[in-house]
């Protein structure tokens, strides 16, 4: 049996792999595993997915069936979950959301009391509850957990997010688009209380429509509505608002590790980048290294995935680390990836130095990349495949110095996900082509 949990919880297509028994079974090891003796506290947030309230409701009633309260959020994002889980003093906290993935997909991942994602080991303690099928002794009476509503948890997070920009950002004027998820609560306020002007898009939702052809996956939307209002900015949230994306001024795609670099000289200028380093993974681009080392700044990399990045952050103590997807990690002010708290810091940049972002992003030029998704019958196939290992290596001999290949299994759907770096577009565009040709032979 594949593991239960992948690279960001546990995630499936709703009310079918990620079924309202499974989710209860979640919600009553989240109250026995995550809390101390006695009676626990439970922060729950979920996103805009019409399964949001079906998977909320089993995972309450687990979470309440094992002693503990559930705090309820509601609708809010990814990072607000981590934020309010230690504002509140809760016990740890839980989201209901599959994040940039279809409105079909829904997920549950969980938070530590102190606002980062669970360690494997208590991972594993959690899967081997809910698939061993052992049912615990339930409290009773008086010891049955309730559910209680965060009435104010838009107000605390968007407050917290608002005092990590000491400066106003009057004289801007931002595209926003929500992709009709969990950002449409709070971002455009965020935004507006810190006096920029706002041009919002895609901040409603019917449940069916978050992520589709809009927001952080698709930026078609947000390029045409900056270009039309000449908005200074324009930035796209995925469905939970973990991550962003950004436009400049002229319509340019401005991604993850771009961001990372305009924010990242900025810190390095006022002294405010611990030990001269940011945390990146293998799939950053080899343009930022370049950028960085000009800048007399330290690239390390870690595997994909933003636990990774966040690790090795918490074990060296770096302040700021991200991939290129928009996952930005500041450390001195959250403990996940926070796609508002990007944003935010990304404006600030803007208005503190006075420039337009396309300026500030020449900071970095990009190698070529090619990145395609392959979707495979067994992903796991990828490590012990001799064909596909020959291909790998052959195609880094003939690559040298000029680019890099990286093939691997997306942590969240049946995928295989191939990139290749090169110095010229052509040159990547050939070897992804053969390297998916072997994929789809060897795997599918």
Excluded at 348 to 362: D, F, H, P, Q, Y
Excluded at 374 to 401: M, P, W, Y
């Amino acid at each position: 049996m594949s593991r239960l949990f992948g690279t960001d919880g546990v995630r499936g297509i709703a009310n079918s792999e990620l079924t309202p028994e499974l989710a209860f079974r979640l919600g009553e090891a989240a109250g026995a595993f995550l809390s101390d003796e006695g009676r626990g506290r439970i922060v729950v947030g979920k996103d805009t997915r019409i399964s949001g309230d079906m998977l909320e409701a089993a995972l309450v009633a687990g979470i309440c069936s094992a002693g503990s309260d559930a705090l309820l959020a509601g609708i809010i994002p990814t990072p607000a979950v981590a934020y309010l889980t230690r504002e509140l003093g809760a016990d740890g906290g839980v989201v209901i959301s599959a994040s940039h993935n279809p409105a079909e997909y829904n997920g549950i991942k969980f938070f530590s009391r102190d606002g980062f994602k669970l360690p494997d080991e208590l991972e594993d303690e959690i899967e081997s509850h809910v698939t061993t099928g052992d049912r615990p002794v339930r409290p009773t009476g008086a010891r049955v957990g309730v559910a209680h509503v965060i009435d104010d948890a838009v107000e605390r997070y968007v407050a917290h997010a608002i005092a990590t920009v000491p400066e106003r950002l009057e004289g801007l004027k931002i595209a926003l688009d929500c992709g009709h998820g969990a950002a449409a609560r709070t971002s455009e306020i965020a935004l507006r209380r810190l006096g920029a002007e706002v041009v919002p898009i895609n901040c409603d939702w019917n449940g069916t429509d978050i992520n589709a052809a809009c927001g952080s996956t698709h930026l078609d939307p947000l390029v045409e509505l900056v270009r039309e209002s000449g908005a200074d900015l324009g930035i796209a949230h995925d469905g939970d608002a973990d991550r962003v994306l950004a436009v400049d001024e002229t319509g340019a795609e401005i991604d993850g590790d771009r961001m990372m670099a305009v924010i990242a000289a900025q810190l390095k200028r006022e002294s405010r980048l611990p030990f001269d380093t940011v945390v990146g993974t293998v799939m950053t681009n080899l343009g930022f290294d370049v950028a960085m080392r000009g800048l007399g700044i330290r690239v390390v990399k870690t595997k994909v995935g933003d636990r990774y990045v966040l690790d090795q952050m918490r074990s060296m103590g770096a302040t700021l680390g991200g991939e290129q997807s928009g996952h930005v990690i500041f450390l001195e002010h959250s403990t996940t990836g926070d796609g508002l708290l990007t944003a935010l810091q990304l404006a600030r940049v803007m208005r503190v130095t006075g420039k337009r972002l396309s300026e500030l992003a020449a900071v970095m030029t990009s190698y070529p990349q090619v990145l395609i998704n392959v979707r495979v019958a067994d992903k796991g196939r990828v490590s012990t495949s001799a064909a596909l290992a020959a291909a790998i290596l052959t195609e880094e001999e003939s690559l040298g110095a000029r680019g890099r290949v990286l093939v691997r299994p997306s942590g969240t759907e049946p995928l295989v996900r191939v990139m290749v770096e090169a110095s010229e577009l052509a040159v990547a565009q050939a070897s992804a082509d053969r390297l998916v040709a072997v994929v789809e032979r060897e795997l599918r």
